[in-house]
């Protein structure tokens, strides 16, 4: 019996109308995987929220995005694209994913960007080179520090009844308790896709995700 896709990445979209109907047409031959999106054109950042709201993934497609701009690849250029991903993202639990880095031969450039998607909410980033790997699975995967104070927090606010609670000497209340679900949720998916060790060691797929 041939194998069925787990997951389908779509290039060059400019509208949600090409993703329903691979959708609808996946469907009607009686396979579901989940389809990412790359945003590399104008038109799909312009209508980012209709096609977060038909994919499971939005990958960041740097260079041809810029190239369309035309302006050089940089983190000021494409952070209006990223933070239209973040909030479409957010608003239709869509999974997250970050261009790749093309200075390979400068590791900090990967480190640097790295620690900005996740302060913006990426959930992974995409690589060009297998030993990218341990770095971007370390740094995007909750810690397992993380994730025992999130299942704190939950519990704290749970306990307070789903109103303010007091943990170590912190107010704690719906906000973060939301929060931490959302770590949980998180660490669980990895966990499950990847195993407990998750690919830290670089051995693995890449960066995970959660879908909600």
């Keep these: 019996m041939p194998g069925q896709p787990g997951f389908i990445v779509m290039t060059m979209v400019k509208s949600r109308v090409v993703v329903a109907l ?26 980012i929220d209709a096609i977060a709201a038909v994919s499971d993934g939005l990958i960041l497609g740097s260079a ?3 190239a369309a701009l035309g302006i050089e690849i940089s983190w000021a250029g494409l ?5 239209a991903m ?7 639990g869509t999974a997250l994913i970050d261009t790749a880095n093309f200075r ?17 909410g990426f959930h992974g980033k995409v690589t060009v080179h297998p030993s990218e790997l341990g770095a971007i699975n370390r740094a995007l995967r909750p810690d397992p520090a993380g994730l025992r104070m999130a ?3 939950t519990e704290a606010v749970r306990a307070a009844d789903g109103g303010i609670a007091v ?13 931490a679900r959302a ?8 966990a499950e896709r990847f195993g407990r060790d998750g690919g830290a060691g670089g051995n693995g797929e890449g960066a995970g995700h959660d879908r909600r």
Excluded: C, K
């Design 22 to 47: 691979m959708r609808d047409t996946l469907a009607s031959a009686g396979t579901r995987p989940e389809i990412y999106v790359t945003v590399e054109t104008p038109a799909a950042v312009a209508d």
């Design 151 to 153: 299942r704190r927090v």
């Design 183 to 190: 770590t949980v949720a998180r660490g669980d998916a990895w």
């Design 104 to 120: 390979l031969a400068e590791p900090e450039t990967l480190a640097e960007e790295i620690d900005r998607v996740r302060e913006l």
């Design 79 to 83: 952070l209006a694209a990223r933070q």
């Design 64 to 66: 041809d995005l810029a």
């Design 86 to 92: 973040v909030l479409a993202g957010a608003r239709h």
């Design 167 to 179: 943990l170590d000497g912190n107010m704690v209340g719906p906000p973060f308790a939301r929060m």
